[in-house]
């Protein structure tokens, strides 16, 4: 058993068992806009539709995993961890409702055990330095998280369905369950041999690779599917948060804001903060208090960061 996978061990484990915690469940079941335009009242209300919210505690925030595709400094791969276990239902997804389609098979997951060996593999793999990014196949399907991960990481990819069946469509648009994984092409091998001693033996696709060029390659072997610039697509992506945006706060930024999506050479926002040598919960010199920011993005909730008596300053666009 190679050493990465003696902490978590076989068997199996419940949400307790890995410290989660369910706080949420309700607010997405009652939420509601209300503004004036035009000396009318202008009311939206949430479509009924549950959001669950889960926490749990992190060992060590250097090893996080977040979408971003790693510039390609050395030769790397992305994999499928495919939680559907091949199907490629398309009931309910993002594609149905944009050609109005009702009805059809919708995503499922024939064995809970599929996403307990995923969030341990993860976890192995991870805390073995073995993943350089990670991102959920969920809305919009395979297509979406690609781009997303392009988006974050201002990488192209050069993708090969070949692997993954028949019908393109449905394998890039289908919301079946699952997770698309950074890797170094040195370990791949490595990661196989993890998930094939598990339930998803078998399930694990390689996709294709990351490339310094800002351009979204699909293909099928040898033949192309779709060719586009991830610039222009993340400028069509946020175009409605941009419409919203520009209706609820300053529509000058706005704007700026969405016209500069098509840089990628500019960097945008950027903080570097480096970690303290010392501990956090140190005394602090006698009359010595911290300066402390905290950044909150519209609709959160931020009660637990100002717990410790942190009065913050809204910063707004003007």
Known sequence: MPPYMTRYGRSPISAADLGIAIPVGKDSLSMQTV??????????TAPLSLIVSAFAPVANVRQSLTPRLQKPVEPA???????????????????????GLNGGEAPDMGQAVDLIELFRGIQLLNDAGLLLAYHDRSDGGLFTTLCEMGFAGHCGMDIDLAALGNDTLAVLFNEEAGAVIQVRQEDVVTIRQHFEQTSLAGHIHELGRVTAEHEL??????????????????????????????????????????????????????????????????????????????????????????????????????
């Open 77 to 99: 791969t992305l994999l499928l961890i495919d939680l559907g276990r091949g199907h490629q239902r398309l009931g309910g997804s993002a594609l149905a409702q944009v050609y």
């Open 217 to 318: 390659h699909i293909r099928v072997g040898n033949q192309s599917v779709f060719n586009g610039r991830l610039p222009e697509l993340q400028r069509w992506w946020s175009e409605t948060s941009y419409h919203m945006q520009a209706r609820r706060d300053n529509p000058d930024c706005a704007r700026e804001e969405h016209e500069s999506i098509q840089d990628w050479q500019d960097p945008g926002l950027q903080c570097q903060v480096p970690f303290p040598a010392e501990s956090l919960s140190a005394p602090l010199p006698a009359g010595s208090r911290p300066r402390v920011a905290i950044l909150r993005e519209q609709g959160i909730n931020g009660q637990m960061e100002m717990a410790g008596g942190i009065r913050p300053r809204r910063l707004r666009c003007r």
């Open 35 to 44: 503004w004036q335009e035009n000396s009318n009242t202008r009311r939206v």
